[in-house]
């Protein structure tokens, strides 16, 4: 009774969340030893998901070092555990027959997303080394698009005739035991055209007498999802509507496969670190990834960034004049265009999100593009005064003071509007609005401000 | 047979996800005409998730008016599908008798959620409304800080003592009926002091003999959650060990209440949208805010970042004579800054990115700060090298050229460096990272680009 002990239990609540640092240590040694056995030690005492987040704090030579020296200690279940990236690196040093032997014991979601970013030649190699039935299955599986609900569905799942009873539920599970999928929420009800009438969840089913009939206690399907629907939006309505598993219908709309909320979960967050990453202006980034990786994936956004700053730069020229005669111009100007860049990243942040979640649609389009703009301008008028009384102070120029706080008005109003409008007009265009918004509202933010400031001071103070 | 034609299904999952632009006119034409029966209908008809997406598109007057007109429609499902700032405003309308109507057949949690944001006397209120049963529940939930496992967690679960078989269990599921949860996933095995011993998943109970014991079928539990961990930790563990439920365990290592799946999507989502706001600088952020909550949320940010944008343009102050003498200094020095700004926002972005998932951990930290330097370096050396060139077809000037050049170098290393450091110390300090390291970053990057710009070109050009 109290073999375990609280304490025992606190132990492991709090080290269960942190990666093993010690471990991380005794790892990097066992590579620089290219001690084989060690490695493998060292990764098969621990659960397939601390595995992961040990390797992850390798670099990626590191870790291809690593799958040379001990190429069984990458199991499927830790390769499916694994970033993309590094996942990617590890199977170009296994040999087609080690990655068939790592696949086999896993789901097939699973095993095709570890197939996925193989190149063509060795995933054929790999699939020549499984049984006809897994390749059948697992080549099904890519049939469809990559971030599909096609590509991410299980084709394990438990289907059901509607005439059935909780009693005969049961004694088929009991029989089939071992080829059903590891774990399940619901059970299909079909009709003889195999397409979904319903879905009893398995609680339900526990507490079900024997003789109560499937098609008296199912639910009806909220939600049925094609298989070429995107991962975001499949994620998207099992997040709204609290879904556990959705049946995935084929055209004819026969049941093909099922989607649960644990892969949901995964895309949830990918997506989120994307969205993330884009508005930074970063394409994709892994912590393992190489100087050269990162300098690629933000050198693209750096030069669209250079290209518009020139273009702000340009705008300053028009004023040479003005800035050759008051020189405190140039020394104001980075504060309105920094003013407006920070606003319109705010009210972009804020669209983004809520393009996102789904609750910026055309009905309150029109709300929320005049709030952000009054807000703008709220904001600009606050932040005019004070910008204002600072400039009076600094300079003792009550008229430059009055430029900076109009010029402060303007940028802002048009910060709230370019904040929202870009990225809805980017979605409208069909564009990711997370992609690519942030430039140009720091365009616009950056090219107002300055023309503002620069043009009022040329107008009223020269 | 052919009841369920493909074409219906595919029409229900198209509409599923996107929210009912026309219901969003019905429902705002209700409102404005004051026709409370109206209102009752459409949201009424509609699944409570789809009111809650139909009522996020109005404003919060809209909303209010709505509650005001139509209380009884404001069900507890309606209420605890709604974003918090919204429910808030509702519940302030409605009634203590009508809230504690909605919540009734509500799990404790969810009633929690609904009560959580009430003032102490209006929920004190509430509370004397519902049974002596409810009411002890409900406040067994406000025992725990908001945001952790204690107050998210279910208390209602299925747990059976370790000599049970599989036939037992169901037995009792099938007598206890209407008192278990709604859904559960997994049936908790508890020792004599009802300390959790291991799980069975209804699945596997369901594919078991009748007389299989517990105990042989139950796997270990990989975690146990403390009822005053954080949600953002919990939610870290199910991700990470892709975990359906988790028992929550007392101080005396009993089995106190269970945290669901479905819990743990909403507060994924709910903390990358603080991460993703807090880094843009908002500090929370509703659809529905008035302009008045928007700028509430905003002005701090901005007043922070006029503050360092003042510091910045100190800097510049200082090389007012080199920007007298040469003009062109003044039009070039914005760019500098942007792209320092643009490079650190990457840097940071990665950073927060991997902190949240804990992929970035002492053990890294070294390789991954000398990585983002040398990715700064080298970006650095490619945009000095395009810059540089522009710059001296701009102005006919190789020397000027070679000052930016420099400086952009110098810059991106620092934006780099400032992306990774910035937040980490913050961490180190207990402060989150996401909330204030942009502000940081971009002063860095500001003050170290017109300082070396500047700084430069006053000791190579004058």
């Not at 994620?235 to 709309?253: N, R």
């Not at 989120?272 to 994709?284: P, T």
Request: hydrophobic content about 50%; glycine content about 6%; charged content about 25%.
């Amino acid at each position: 009774m109290s073999e375990i002990a609280p304490e025992i239990e606190i132990e492991e609540t709090a080290s269960a969340a942190e990666t093993d640092i010690a471990a991380v240590g005794r790892l990097a040694a066992a590579i620089a030893d290219r001690d084989g056995l060690a490695i493998r030690g060292l990764l098969d005492e621990c659960h397939p998901a601390d595995a992961a987040d040990i390797l992850e704090q390798l670099s990626k030579e590191q870790v291809s070092q690593a799958a040379k020296l001990a190429p069984e200690a990458f199991t499927g279940e830790l390769l499916s555990e694994l970033q993309w990236d590094l996942r990617d690196d590890i199977t170009e040093v296994l040999e087609p027959q080690q990655i068939a032997e790592a696949i086999r014991d896993l789901d097939s979601d699973d095993a095709a997303l570890v197939l996925e970013e193989l190149d063509d030649d060795v995933r054929e190699a790999v699939l020549s080394e499984v049984s006809d039935e897994d390749r059948t299955l697992l080549e099904s599986h890519f049939e469809h698009e990559e971030e599909t609900a096609g590509r991410l569905m299980q084709r394990d799942f438990v289907a059901a005739p509607e005439h059935w009873t909780v009693g005969d539920t049961i004694d088929h599970m009991r029989a089939a035991g071992e080829d059903l999928p590891d774990v399940f929420f619901d059970i299909y009800v079909v009709n003889a055209a195999f397409a979904p009438m319903g879905a009893v969840a398995v609680s339900q089913l526990m507490r079900s007498k024997r003789d109560a009939r499937l098609s008296d206690l199912m639910s009806d399907l909220r939600v049925t999802i094609e298989p070429d629907v995107d991962q975001e939006e499949a994620a998207y309505l099992f997040e709204k509507y609290h879904l556990f598993s959705a049946p995935v219908i084929d055209e004819a709309g026969r049941l093909t496969g099922m989607l649960t909320i644990d892969d949901m979960v995964d895309v949830i967050q990918e997506e989120n670190k994307e969205d993330m990453l884009a508005l930074a202006g970063v394409n994709d980034a892994g912590l393992s990834d190489s100087v050269i990786d990162s300098v690629r994936s933000r050198a693209p956004w750096l030069l669209v960034n250079l290209a518009t700053a020139i273009l702000a730069s340009g705008v300053i020229a028009i004023f040479e004049d003005a800035l050759a005669a008051v020189v405190a111009l140039a020394v104001l100007m980075p504060i309105v265009a920094s003013m407006g860049g920070n606003a319109g990243t705010q009210s972009l942040a804020v669209a983004v999100r809520a393009i996102a979640s789904r609750d910026l649609t055309s009905a309150n389009a029109r709300r929320v593009i005049i709030r952000e703009i009054l807000t703008g301008l709220v904001n600009g008028v606050i932040f005019a005064v004070v910008m204002a009384l600072v400039a009076a102070l600094w300079f003792q120029n009550w008229t430059l003071a009055g430029v900076i706080g109009l010029a402060m008005v303007i940028n802002l109003a048009f910060a709230g509007l370019a904040g929202i409008a870009v990225p809805l007009a980017l979605r409208r265009f069909g564009a990711d609005p997370a992609v690519s918004s942030s430039v140009f509202v720091t365009t616009v933010t950056d090219v107002i401000g300055f023309f503002a400031f620069l043009g009022l001071a040329a107008i009223i103070l020269l």
